[in-house]
């Protein structure tokens, strides 16, 4: 099919706004399917992975493919859960327009403006079908006020009756305006091209209402999807990177371009196996032949090609220009990847999905789970790359982080159902440091007789702090006359060093600290490196007595995105959690509030925001540096430590 008669949208919007129903219902009216499903029932044909059906919500982006009057309309349902934002985002990458869903009872919501912001910065154009109409508490009137109100003037519903509507068109185009003005109307063609261009460029927003339940309103959104929404070839020219080069390459959508595919998501299914999910932006790809993976410089050949319906598969002979396609077990493939041929490589820039806001530990429940566990672990990074997992070497926990709470549990649920690892999850340890506030020395002399060969090392040092945004660690050397052999010296700095990992107070490694060995002595036969280690950690340990140490905090740089309306709640927060202000932007109707937090505070924080702001606060974070603890909180941690060294 040629390029020009196809259609790549993805459906966006708040949560049960209606967006899997509506998917339905548009299949349903093109004849795909021959009975529409129910997400209740837990047959709908978006959501049929086991999660999915037993929550009762959308968790994967599902593509679906239909015919419809000689085009080809490829859907990317997209889950409406915050938690689930890295879905929205890969899926955002695949397509040419959206359709923003908007539920009639309860209008703009948390995730609706979130979408939307997300629209305006890519420049996508974007229908908006306000759906559930025909409930009994729905406010059509009130939905498209508060739209042009909270979204965008430029909102329009689509009435060519409507003499304003048609001057909202005419406006577009200068050449329009002109007529209408000194005629007072357009015809009919003129005005559905103008609508077109309009929406192109992001001059109208074209609202449409209905309901998918009882399948009102989906001729006329299939109709606007077709006059209204951009083809594959009416996308803006590409822009890709040379391989290890600095030079771009504009890239024209055409199907007698070479080829150009990007990898926007990766998945595993029980029912589809391993696929890699990919739009043609350019040229053809047919089965049985090769391809190179630009991003890892390998070939990879094509088995077959297949379009989705759900978790149907559809052979297909080729795929290209504005094809969404899925492409089985591919070796060396993952999301982000740009497949091209040989001759012509490019890459195209990665998604940026956003860092992840909630961590826990995990721990395997039996011996054979902690076998099992990396691998799992692994896959699921794969598939989801808005969930990390890393082991922290000072607490030796392995740490998983992702959006909120229902995304880990997600995760955590897909690991025993499909890789059959059951975990438990815990609160991260914290990593905490200990540092010396003044200079101070001291001397030790380890002296072993036991028979035969002694031992004996005979140090003195001096511990001084550093500046906190300097080194952690300097070691200098001072001995004159040789009181201390230059061979052992090593020995000395390895002794100190392990002193210096151990700690004083909780067993926490120290930071910012200058050694200086200043004098010591030798015994001819008894000496050794084993006995000059154990005498430097002992003199360190004593000098750091005397240094005044105290604990030190991780301190994260958050930046925190909310609403105008909870300024003050999120800012009395802050303060709760020991944070600091230092600043704040403005952005629209929201606010980007800049703060300094100790990370012990923060590992609920992700869920207590959206308690706070109505699920309308996000923020990330990222370590800034380490902070003098109070002496509470050092008290407290001092004794957590201890507790455990008793246990243990």
């Not at 996508?124 to 979204?151: G, H, S, Y």
């Not at 003129?190 to 001729?219: N, R, T, Y």
């Not at 990992?501 to 002595?521: C, E, K």
């Amino acid at each position: 099919m040629e390029a020009k008669f196809k259609r790549d949208i993805a459906l966006l919007g708040h949560a049960h706004a209606g967006k899997t129903s509506l998917a339905e219902s548009l299949l349903f009216f093109a004849g795909e399917i021959s009975r529409k499903g129910d997400v209740q029932k837990g047959n709908s044909t978006s959501d049929f992975n086991e999660d999915e059906i037993s929550r009762q919500i959308s968790i994967n982006t599902s593509l679906l493919t239909a015919r419809f009057r000689d085009h080809q309309i490829q859907i990317l349902d997209t889950p409406g859960y915050s938690d689930f934002i890295g879905e929205t985002i890969s899926a955002l990458r695949a397509v040419d327009s959206a359709i923003l869903v908007v539920d009639a009872v309860n209008g703009v919501e948390t995730g609706t403006v979130d979408i939307w912001e997300k629209l305006e910065d890519m420049n996508m154009p974007r229908l908006i079908f306000i759906n559930k109409a025909d409930k009994a508490e729905a406010d059509v009137d009130q939905v498209i006020k508060n739209l042009q109100e909270d979204l965008s003037s430029k909102a329009r519903v689509i009435n060519f009756a409507d003499a304003s509507f048609i001057e909202a068109v005419a406006e577009t185009d200068d050449t329009l305006i002109e007529k209408y003005l000194e005629q007072g109307s357009l015809s009919a063609d003129e005005a559905v091209c103008a609508l077109h261009k309009a929406v192109l460029q992001g001059q109208i927003f074209p609202i449409l209402s209905g309901s998918a339940f009882l399948d009102q309103g989906i001729k006329e959104l299939m109709e606007a999807v077709l006059a209204y929404l951009p083809s594959p070839i009416e996308h803006p020219v590409l822009e890709a990177h040379i391989p290890h080069s600095q030079e771009i390459k504009r890239i024209l959508p055409s199907e007698q371009a070479p080829l150009s595919g990007f990898v926007f998501k990766s998945m595993f299914d029980p029912h589809l196996g391993h696929l890699s999910l990919v739009r043609i932006l350019s040229g053809t790809l047919k089965p049985n032949t090769a391809f190179l993976n630009a991003n890892q410089g390998a070939k990879e050949t094509v088995s077959s090609i297949t379009m989705l319906k759900g978790k149907e598969q559809i052979a297909v002979s080729q795929a290209s220009c504005g094809d969404i396609v899925a492409l089985p077990k591919l070796k060396n493939t993952h999301a982000c990847d740009t497949l091209c041929e040989d001759r012509e490589p490019v890459v195209f820039d990665p998604i940026t999905f956003p860092e992840p806001s909630i961590s826990a530990s995990v721990k395997p429940k039996t011996r054979a789970d902690e076998e099992k566990i990396s691998t799992s672990l692994h896959r699921l990074c794969e598939e989801d790359h808005t969930f990390r997992v890393h082991r922290d070497n000072d607490t030796k926990e392995l740490i998983v982080s992702g959006v909120g709470d229902l995304h880990l549990k997600v995760i955590l649920e897909r690991m025993k159902s499909r890789y059959h690892v059951d975990v438990d999850l815990g609160t991260p340890k914290v990593s905490y440091r200990e540092a010396i506030t003044k200079t101070a020395r001291a001397r030790y002399r380890y002296k072993k007789q036991s028979g035969g060969r002694g031992q004996y090392g005979d140090v003195e040092l001096e511990l001084s702090p550093l500046p906190r945004e300097g080194q952690e660690f300097e070691f200098v050397d001072k001995i004159f006359g040789g009181a201390i052999p230059k061979s052992y010296v090593p020995s000395v700095e390895k002794g100190v060093r392990q002193a210096f990992h151990d700690g004083i107070l909780a067993g926490y490694p120290m930071m910012n600290v200058r050694v200086t060995v200043l004098d010591g002595s030798y015994h001819d036969v008894d000496s050794s490196d084993m006995a000059f280690q154990i005498a430097a950690a002992m003199a360190f340990k004593e000098a750091a007595k005397l240094a005044a140490a105290v604990i030190l905090e991780p301190i994260m740089e958050t930046s925190i995105i909310i609403p105008d309306e909870f300024v003050g709640q999120v800012t009395k927060d802050i303060s709760s959690r020991r944070g600091k202000i230092m600043g704040s932007d403005s952005k629209g109707k929201s606010q980007t509030i800049k703060a300094l937090m100790p990370l012990t505070e923060m590992f609920r924080y992700a869920t207590d925001l959206r308690s706070v702001t109505a699920g309308r606060g996000h923020y990330t974070m990222k370590f800034s540096h380490y902070e003098r603890a109070s002496e509470k909180v050092a008290a407290q941690v001092i004794a957590e430590r201890q507790h455990i060294r008793k246990e243990s």
